[in-house]
Structure formats: structure tokens, C-alpha cells
């Protein structure tokens, strides 16, 4: 672990002279990707000016979020920050006297859920499921009728089908929804949503069935005999198939809720059928690097590392060991060791960008957590900010 920790090293130095290029309030892109480094940094180290840190860039946070302050993600944006709060208030790092300033996030955050649930937007990642999960979590009884609300909307919003049911997304293309079927955006996403609640003691009968018709449908999608890297299609009634997996895209997520279902619901089968998902994208290999083309947490080598370990310790399957092990070399040989530029790494998609190479889900904060991560030997648990939270 002795490379592992120099690398942690180079990106600690890095945040530290370059936090400034962190400008907006959020978890994703924004000034708490510094904060969460730091508190692994805390458990890393034991340093007590790692945990400082921790508080301090979350007071910036804060100090940006202003009646001035503009954001193209303003509302994810503070639905990261209710979140990052409870998730460290559990952590016992911070107490009681966050209660108000979640309590205003409250507000802010109810009348997003509303519009959001109004619409009908379905999406995992940025839909009314994102926000009615942060209510779930807040388990406050004034606001129950909210998640009762998004339940009713999916179950209107259904669509029946020989194979199951099935639900319609316009994130790509506002005039013709389509059938996609991952986590992110897709199927699969409202079926994690609805184990999400089932987990949470939320469900009706309704709601059940749809649970089982939702991976009936998703299952029957799936192509016998394929030579693509996916077994799934990318959209339910399209023969169009990508060639790669990684914490957005793929099959992990199609895989891991199949899996999670069979768990929460005591049902065989499904944790059967999870693993062979799973196990299948365990064969996808990028010797070149022409697939995988960013180290970070959402589209690169961090976030397949991170997975496959949490998936091991939840399957307990060598085979998932193995895989995190390859990402994690994948990982180290993204270094370039002659650019001294955050760290060595580079993000691909919106690289020109100081906050993406910088922040959690793409940058060297995401990149040396998961790091970090393998040298305090966890469960890699910070996968539950992008949906892998069953």
C-alpha cells in the first residue's frame, strides 16, 4: 500500500493548493468533495486536522450559498448537502446543531420533491426519486405524505406489458420518451427506488407487484445468446448495446438491484439471477484503456474498484475480489507520473473544466477516497451518494 499512500499524498497536496477551483456548494462537483476527502483523510490518519477540514470546507459551503449564488445543479446541489450532513451526523461528526440548517434544507428540498413528483420525473440521478429519498432518510412524520405521493406516481406511470411493466424516460429526448433500462436513468432506477422504500418499511400492495413485474420485464430484455459485453440492451426495444460498464452506465446497477431484491425480499432467484449479471460484467477487461477513458468514481477505473469490493462484501464471491483488483490497477496505471497537474489524473468528459478534475465524481477527491478506502480496508459505503445504497 506504500504506492497507494504516496498517490494519496500527491492528492492531499493537491486539494490543499488548488481548493479554490471548487466554486459550487455540492457533493458531485463542489467545494464538499474536499470535505468528504478529508474525513477519510481523518480516518486514514488520525490527524485532528484532517477532521478541521472536514467541518471547514462545509462551513464554505455554506458561505457560497448565498441569495447571489447561481448553479446550472442547484437542486442536486442541496440535496447533496442534506445528505452529506445526515450521512456525517451518523458518522458522529457532527450533532444535533445541524438541525436547523437541515430543517431549512427541508423546505427547499419539499418544494422540489413536489415539482418534481408533479412532472413525473422518473430519473434515479436527478428525478423526484433522488429527492423523496432524502424525506426517507430524514424520516420525519410531517413529511410521510410526500413519499406516499411518489408512490402513486410511479404506479400511475406504469406501463403494462406481456413480459411485466415498464416505465418511459425523456432525459435524451423530450419528444419521444423512451425504455431505457439501467439505474441511472432507466428501469432498473425505479425499481431501486421502490426496494429503497420496501427496505424502509414504505409499500403497499401495488407497489410490491410492481417490484416483481418491473424485474420481469428487465429479465425478459435479456438476450440468450450474445457476443456483446452487456447482456441487456441499452433501451428495452432497441438492438442497441454499449460496450463497457462502469457506476453510471452498464449492467453493475441492472445486476446489484436483481441481487438486493433477492436479499430484501427472500426471494432466490433474483439473487441468482443478480450474480450472473454481476459475474458476466466481471469479464469486461480494458487492457488498451480505449473503453475506460477517466480514472474517477462515476465513468471510471475508482468507481468499478469500488463497486466490485462492495459487491464482495455483500456476495462474499471471489470472483468480485478479483475484479476490484484489476480496476485498482487500472486505476494506478491512469497516472501519468510526469504531470504534475492534479496529481497525475485527468478526467476525459469535460476535462477542460478546474472542478471536474478536482471534485468526487470525476476528480482526485473521488479518486483518493476510493484509495484511501483500501488502505482503512471499509466496505467502500460512499457508493451509496450515487444510488448503490440497498
Not at 41 to 50: A, D, F, G, P, Q
Not at 168 to 182: A, H, M, S, T
Not at 183 to 204: A, E, P, Q, R, S
Not at 278 to 286: V, Y
Request: glycine share 6%.
Amino acid at each position: 500500500m506504500q504506492k497507494e499512500k504516496l498517490i494519496i499524498s500527491e492528492i492531499e497536496e493537491c486539494i490543499r493548493k488548488k481548493d479554490t477551483s471548487l466554486t459550487g456548494i455540492g457533493l458531485n462537483n463542489g467545494i464538499l468533495s474536499a470535505s468528504m476527502f478529508y474525513y477519510y483523510h481523518y480516518l486514514m490518519t488520525k490527524e485532528s486536522e484532517s477532521l478541521e477540514l472536514v467541518t471547514h470546507y462545509i462551513e464554505k459551503s455554506l458561505s457560497v450559498l448565498t441569495e447571489d449564488y447561481k448553479s446550472l445543479h442547484f437542486n442536486d446541489e442541496i440535496r447533496e448537502l442534506g445528505l452529506y450532513l445526515m450521512f456525517l451526523k451518523q458518522e458522529e461528526v457532527l450533532d444535533s446543531e445541524i438541525d436547523s440548517l437541515l430543517e431549512n434544507i427541508d423546505e427547499i428540498l419539499e418544494e422540489i420533491l413536489v415539482q418534481q413528483t408533479e412532472k413525473g420525473d422518473l430519473d434515479l440521478t436527478s428525478g423526484f426519486p433522488s429527492f423523496a429519498k432524502y424525506f426517507v432518510l430524514r424520516n420525519l412524520e410531517g413529511k410521510k405524505h410526500l413519499i406516499d405521493e411518489t408512490l402513486n406516481k410511479i404506479i400511475e406511470l406504469a406501463h403494462p406489458h406481456e413480459s411485466g411493466s415498464y416505465w418511459k424516460f425523456d432525459l435524451r429526448d423530450k419528444e419521444n420518451p423512451y425504455v431505457e433500462l439501467g439505474l441511472g436513468h432507466g428501469t432498473t432506477g425505479v425499481i431501486n427506488y421502490l426496494l429503497f422504500l420496501y427496505k424502509n418499511n414504505i409499500y403497499n400492495q401495488e407497489s410490491l407487484e410492481l417490484i416483481h413485474k418491473g424485474l420481469s420485464f428487465i429479465w425478459n430484455c435479456k438476450e440468450s445468446n450474445t457476443d456483446n459485453i452487456t447482456l441487456f440492451p441499452f433501451n428495452a426495444f432497441e438492438d442497441v448495446y454499449i460496450d463497457y460498464h462502469n457506476l453510471a452506465y452498464g449492467e453493475i446497477g441492472i445486476g446489484y438491484t436483481f441481487y438486493n431484491a433477492g436479499i430484501l425480499l427472500e426471494h432466490k432467484e433474483y439473487c441468482d439471477k443478480g450474480l450472473q449479471i454481476l459475474i458476466n460484467t466481471t469479464k469486461f477487461k480494458d487492457a488498451d484503456q480505449s473503453a475506460i477513458l477517466e480514472p474517477g468514481l462515476i465513468y471510471g477505473s475508482a468507481g468499478l474498484s469500488a463497486l466490485y469490493k462492495k459487491i464482495y462484501h455483500l456476495t462474499e464471491q471471489d470472483v468480485f475480489l478479483e475484479a476490484k483488483e484489476y480496476w485498482h490497477e487500472h486505476l494506478l496505471q491512469s497516472k501519468n507520473n510526469e504531470s504534475e497537474k492534479w496529481a497525475g489524473f485527468k478526467a476525459y468528459y469535460n476535462a477542460e473544466f478546474d472542478n471536474i478534475n478536482m471534485a468526487l465524481g470525476q476528480g482526485i477527491a473521488g479518486i483518493g477516497i476510493t484509495l484511501m478506502n483500501n488502505v482503512i480496508k471499509t466496505n467502500h459505503n460512499y457508493v451509496s451518494f450515487y444510488n448503490y445504497d440497498l
